[in-house]
């Protein structure tokens, strides 16, 4: 089974650009729909951004315009380019991959912290 692993979490101040990525353990070409989510403490983890294995993208309207989402298939890696970055971004941030086949398929990374602050 995929294994994820997210990295690049940190520390930025509002207006403030970083990028996540989510490294899996095999080749992601065939994992159907990779995406992340994002958890406050206390809150439901909710719906970030999405990329199909046809590099259809899907965004919460709360990003879109300021994060984009992109796999690096020869790195079997995804990302999250986060710009503009807003204090209500400030969340764990989590990788998931969907593979759909004989029976579905969802695996979680373990997450990675972001915090926007001035």
């Known amino acids: 089974q995929v294994q994820l692993a997210e990295s690049g979490g940190g520390l930025v101040q509002p207006g403030g650009s970083l990028r996540l990525s989510c490294a899996a353990s095999r080749g992601i070409s065939t994992i159907n729909v990779m995406g992340w989510y994002r958890q406050v403490p206390g809150n439901q983890r909710e719906f970030v951004a999405q990329i199909t294995s046809a590099s259809i993208t899907n965004y919460a309207d709360s990003v879109k315009g300021r994060f984009t989402i992109s796999t690096d298939n020869a790195k079997n890696t995804m990302y999250l380019q986060m710009n503009n970055l ?15 086949g004989i029976r579905y398929q969802e695996i979680w ?8 602050s001035s």
């Open 86 to 100: 807003e204090p209500e971004d400030t969340a764990v941030y989590y990788c998931k991959a969907v593979i759909l």
């Open 109 to 116: 990374g373990q997450g990675t912290l972001v915090t926007v």
